[in-house]
Each structure stands twice: as C-alpha cells, then as structure tokens.
C-alpha cells in the first residue's frame, strides 16, 4: 500500500503489518521528532522506498484526468456495465 503523509499512524502501520501488506507511507515530521525525542525507546523508522512513492504521483494524475468527466466524478450511470463503458470511453479520449 502506498498512501500520504495522512495514513501515518501507529494503529494504520500496525493494521497493515498485522495483515502483511507492505506499506509506503512517509512519516510526518512530528511523528519523527517524537522518535528522536524518545531516544532507543522511539524505536527505529519505519521503511519507505522512495521510488514507489515517486511512482504513486502517475496513478494520482490519472484519476484527476479521469475525474474531469461529470459522468465518472458523480457516477451518473445506474449499472456497473454503464460505468465500466464511461470508464473505458473517459480513457481513450484521454490516451488520444
């Protein structure tokens, strides 16, 4: 899971461990300071990989493009098929 600055928190962290999700998520500076503040009692840092959160920015940009369509952004369509075809219509005219 990569997610922002937002989804850091011990019981987010310790949820995604407890299931065995890797997770991609920068801490805050507070969270950070708090660390550093408590010494070896802080514990260590948790992993972040920096080239997947750099990668996160394409997959956001995507669903901006998308949501720029009323129909997908308030999901005008009453069945998954509509929406799907919306979904795939929205795509091309953006890949074009």
Do not use: H
């Amino acid at each position: 899971m990569i997610a922002d600055k937002g989804y850091s928190s011990r019981a987010i962290r310790s949820y995604l461990r407890r299931r065995r999700i890797p997770a991609t998520i920068p801490e805050r500076r507070d969270q950070r300071a708090n660390r550093l503040r408590r010494g070896r009692a802080g514990g260590r840092p948790p992993t972040f990989d920096r080239a997947a959160y750099k990668r996160r920015n394409v997959v956001e940009r995507c669903f901006n493009r998308l949501k720029q369509f009323r129909a997908i952004a308030t999901r005008f369509d009453k069945t998954a098929t509509s929406y799907q075809g919306m979904l795939d219509l929205a795509t091309l005219l953006t890949w074009l």
